[in-house]
């Protein structure tokens, strides 16, 4: 049995401690402290402290803890093992804190700090004085401080004629007259003095393989290291070595230097450099204030940019792939509606996609669509949208740099399809952000030095994906306009919980005055514009949003930058028309507007297109036309162009065709007849833009990390774990069945029990069989027992619950005063 388990039931009060007994220890509060610190430890909650330990020491869950740990952090938990595992087989040892500062060379509150958080991640416990590591980081960090196993271990796996031999060697008794030999040999070759004379006596010609060993890697390759050697026979520095003990074989072409030689030629230093101070984040500074204004400018651009795609994609809208992405002619058209690039329009569609602003529609045939969320997010001022945005990034494990590589099976992925999700992506973006926020307020940190920042940040995720992922965040924070210059700017650094390491999105409240922020720095909302003669409209600034989609109705983008510029033209005229507005209404809207005068041409524009729209009207005989000015019809049966239409009169108004109406609507368009289709009560049919939105997808990703508990939902775990170890821990009496002259069933003594215990507001443990026949336990306070179920308040689950009776398997008292009075 390991020191991270016990067996279920009270602990003696003599026995020595252990794991399970030092987290039962802890205060509500230290192991509410723990649950922020490792939310996975409580998804789902233990069913109490022995099994909270069992979670708390199992591989997949301490390797998670130990990849957000810091450079020192994980020198001072090397130093824990190196120092209290002088064994190597069974729990640590552990060690004092006087000699851990020691062998780290580290004075003051830093260590006490470190050892503090390490604690409060159930990583090291108290064992009265000593610092004891779980056992399972052994098999993590297996050669921690780069030393080798302790010699016991090296020396227990030789055969004896090998300790024999080099018990010989060192003056020592042979056999196993005065115990083990290998124990004997250890003890004796860990003295500091008799170290020294060993090391002497290897002469200095061994010493260089001594220096190649003693900073790590602690192992070399030897040709035939089990080779029989003895002090006597040694024909070199590495048979010395071998014959003294200083070395020992392993295999048959590998040595080791002993953790105890190496710590003592290191002079006892567990490293060569303590890491305990991050590096600098240096780099050029910028004045604040301009990195601010291109920054927002930025955070404007994506706003409006995000705006416009989604307009498009309501109405044009792209088609989904197989695997559920995006194809990369829609790529490269969505690029060019964004005016951007296409690794920079991936970038935007994640987000985007992350937000909830678009899905697919579901459909085997599907088609990419905004959400009913995009009408809610349109609705809000630009401040607000950013963060939205912003908040969606931060959350989504989704890498829009991945998309375009190879997947392990060779084949592309694609923009929002499948095998863009990376586990550590929102830890790592919330790792980049703080670190450009510990710089000072003017400088942008290099590349360099936040890549440096960060390999002593998370030393456990360096690599090339780490690497890469780091420099993408980069880009996407300048990109989405967290960053000016390389400067991380006041309303991003709002945007950062004030949280642990493993707080994985931001609150509301720090959305809130993200926004206010960037509020600030953006200009206020237009309600005018300014009208050219040459067609065009000017917006000298953002315009409030109905305006903007009022005028983007009339007309089309034509450039955007400080100034948004829109053209006038027939199609864009006609477009308005289409969709129900009015000559009169859009000449009014021009006219409240514009700072200038509406210029003639812009009139004559929505006149001519006005006088023109809807005067044809194409009903359905194959097909007709009609029309209230017979000099129209007479002139389109004269326009040789219309030849294949196969026209002919019926009446002055009217004349019909052998084509259908879909087909000779789109004809009468080409020639520039701009005719209407017409009901069949005569009214117009106006082709107004149909609002399609696909269904909002669920947000929740496989990969992603559990959030920090609130504080209510880590009290309520805790009261559901101390109910739990009370259950498995209580001391138990039993209750018979009473005797009687006539028998009674097992059932009938249950029901009297918790009847007697309901009556007298006494908690009682029951054991239960659930509908699938899975045996459990609970503490429950009896209420009522009636019509064969058992009404009582569950303290392991803290609720009301109804039990049937004949499920319950026993009852035991749990002695002591009553529940409740």
């Known amino acids: 049995m390991s020191d991270d388990a016990e067996p279920v039931a009270r602990r003696d009060p003599e026995r020595a401690p252990t794991y399970t007994s030092w987290l039962r220890g802890l205060s ?3 192991l509410g402290a723990l649950f922020i610190v490792r939310p996975d430890l409580v998804n789902p909650v233990p069913a109490g402290i022995a099994a909270l330990a069992a979670r708390a020491t199992a591989k997949p ?9 810091d450079r020192f952090s994980l020198q001072v938990l090397e130093g824990l093992l190196a120092l209290g595992d002088p064994l190597f087989s069974g729990p640590p040892a552990g060690t004092d804190r006087a000699a851990l500062a020691a062998a780290l060379d580290v004075r003051g509150p830093l260590l006490d700090t470190t050892l503090d958080r390490l604690r409060t991640a159930a990583l090291v416990w108290d064992d009265g004085g000593t610092l004891r590591p779980i056992s399972v980081l052994r098999g993590i960090l297996d050669r921690p401080a780069g030393l080798g196993p302790p010699l016991v271990a090296l020396l227990s796996v030789q055969s004896l004629e090998r300790l024999n031999r080099l018990a010989a060697d060192l003056g020592l008794s042979a056999g196993y007259a005065d115990g083990d030999p290998a124990a004997r040999i250890a003890s004796e070759l860990t003295r500091r003095s008799r170290l020294d004379a060993l090391l002497a006596e290897a002469g200095e010609s061994a010493r260089p393989v001594l220096d190649r060993l003693v900073w790590g890697p602690s192992h ?9 050697v003895s002090l006597a026979s040694a024909a070199s520095p590495i048979d010395r070595l071998l014959a003294l003990g200083l070395i020992v074989a392993t295999d048959e072409h590998t040595v080791a230097l002993p953790r105890e030689v190496a710590l003592h030629l290191r002079g006892g230093r567990l490293f060569s450099r303590t890491a305990s101070i991050p590096p600098r984040l240096d780099g050029p500074a910028h004045d604040l204030a301009s990195a601010g204004r291109a920054a927002a400018g930025q955070a404007f651009t994506v706003v409006r940019v995000v705006e416009e795609l989604l307009e498009d994609w309501a109405g044009n809208p792209p088609g989904v792939l ?7 002619r829609d790529l490269r058209r969505a690029a060019r509606t964004l005016d951007t690039d296409e690794p920079t329009a991936a970038v935007l569609l994640e987000i985007t996609y992350a937000a909830g602003l678009i899905a697919a529609d579901g459909e085997v045939d599907g088609e990419w669509l905004p959400t009913g969320e995009y009408d809610i997010w349109r609705a809000h001022g630009p401040a607000r949208r950013w963060v939205w945005l912003a908040e969606a990034w931060l959350r989504s494990p989704r890498v829009a740099s991945l998309s375009g590589q190879k997947d392990a099976r060779g084949r592309a992925r694609n923009v929002l399809g499948e095998g863009l999700e990376r586990r550590s992506a929102p830890e790592t973006r919330l790792d980049v952000l703080r670190a450009l926020a ?8 290099t590349p360099e030095a936040v890549a440096e920042y960060l390999a002593w940040l998370r030393p456990r995720r360096q690599g090339t994906a780490f690497a890469d992922l780091v420099r993408g965040t980069l880009d ?10 390389g400067v991380l700017v006041p309303y991003a650094r709002a945007l950062l919980p004030e949280r642990n390491a493993g707080a994985a999105a931001p609150t509301g409240a720090e959305g809130a005055a993200a926004a206010s922020l960037l509020a600030s720095q953006l200009p206020e909302p237009l309600d005018h514009f300014l009208l050219q003669g040459d067609l065009t409209a000017v917006a000298p600034g953002p315009l409030l949003p109905p305006l903007a989609r009022e005028l983007a109705l009339a007309a089309d983008v034509e450039s955007t930058g400080g100034a948004t510029v829109y053209r006038f033209s027939a199609a864009s005229v006609r477009r308005a028309l289409d969709a129900g507005r009015g000559a009169d209404e859009l000449v009014g809207l021009l006219e409240r507007h514009s700072t200038t005068p509406v210029p003639q041409p812009l009139r004559y524009l929505v006149t001519d297109v006005a006088r023109r729209h809807g005067r044809l009207r194409v009903g359905t005989a194959s097909s007709y036309l009609r029309c209230d000015d017979p000099a129209v019809l007479d002139e389109l049966l004269s326009d040789r162009r219309a030849a294949d239409l196969l026209l002919f009169p019926l009446a002055p108004t009217v004349i019909a065709s052998r084509l259908n109406r879909p087909v000779l609507l789109d004809r009468l368009t080409e020639l520039g007849y701009h005719a209407v289709p017409e009901a069949t009560d005569g009214t117009m049919q106006l082709n107004r833009p149909e609002t399609r939105r696909a269904a909002a997808r669920a947000s929740v990703s496989e990969l992603a990390e559990p959030d920090p508990p609130g504080p209510e939902l880590r009290a309520a775990a805790v009261r559901a774990i101390r109910a739990g ?14 005797d009687a002259e006539q028998p009674r069933s097992p059932v009938a003594a249950t029901t009297a029990a918790l009847a007697a215990a309901a009556a007298e507001g006494r908690r009682v443990w029951i054991g239960y069989l659930d509908t699938e026949g899975i045996a459990g336990s609970s503490i429950v306070e009896p209420a009522k027992v009636d019509g064969g179920f058992l009404t009582a308040y569950d303290t392991t689950r803290a609720a009301v619950r109804r039990f049937a009776v004949h499920r319950i398997t026993g009852v035991a008292s749990l002695g002591g005063e009553p529940a409740s009075s």
Request: aromatic share 0%.
């Open 220 to 228: 070399g390759s030897v040709t035939n290291a089990r080779r029989e």
């Open 725 to 738: 170890d009370e259950a498995a821990t209580a001391v138990r009496h039993p209750i018979d069945s009473p």
């Open 438 to 445: 510990r710089a000072s307020e003017a400088t942008a940190p």
């Open 61 to 69: 869950t301490v390797v998670r803890a130990l990849d957000r740990l």
């Open 28 to 30: 509500d509060t230290e």
């Open 476 to 485: 996407e924070a300048a990109t989405l306009g967290l960053t000016g210059r």
């Open 322 to 328: 197989r695997n559920g992405g995006l194809g990369v």
